[in-house]
């Protein structure tokens, strides 16, 4: 290596060196690292205890408004359960009286068909017996 070619290398070492020097305080210590890394971890656990409050009290106040909600919804199908009910049980004794009323209409109606039948069948019976009196059977 020539003299010159010597003294360009160290230039540029030199070169080097001074932008190192430059950049050299700008950047952090272990140390800093560390601080900030402590710092940041404090600040990190601050929020995530903040937020698991907050998420702790919507929970609690979901609890209490669905608990509230099916309390009130229970009440509503309770009320509607015994509606139902009462109102099934009214039709079917509603239903119980018409066919009682229309199965005692109908044996009244039979009634008075057997009873029609039994004059007609005694007519009938008087006209044979009249005829078998007025032409008795020969032998």
């Known amino acids: 290596m020539t003299p010159t070619e010597m003294e360009t290398l160290l230039q540029n070492l030199d070169a080097r060196w001074a932008r190192i020097e430059q950049i050299l305080?700008?950047?952090a210590t272990r140390s800093d690292v560390a601080a900030v890394r402590?710092?940041?971890?404090?600040?990190?656990?601050?929020?995530?205890?903040?937020?698991?409050?907050?998420?702790?009290?919507?929970?609690?106040d979901l609890t209490g408004h669905i608990n509230a909600v099916r309390t009130d919804l229970t009440g509503h199908i309770n009320a509607v359960r015994v509606e139902l009910t009462e109102?099934?049980?009214?039709?079917?004794?509603a239903l119980r009286a018409d066919v009682t009323e229309q199965i005692s209409a109908?044996?009244?109606?039979?009634?008075?068909l057997i009873e029609a039948s039994?004059?007609?069948?005694r007519v009938v019976a008087e006209h044979l017996l009249d005829l078998m009196t007025r032409f008795p059977r020969q032998p």
């Open 25 to 27: 305080p700008t950047l």
């Open 38 to 60: 402590a710092e940041l971890t404090g600040e990190l656990n601050a929020v995530r205890d903040e937020l698991t409050g907050q998420i702790d009290g919507v929970r609690a």
């Open 87 to 93: 109102d099934i049980d009214a039709s079917g004794q």
């Open 106 to 112: 109908s044996a009244n109606g039979l009634r008075v």
């Open 118 to 121: 039994r004059d007609e069948t």
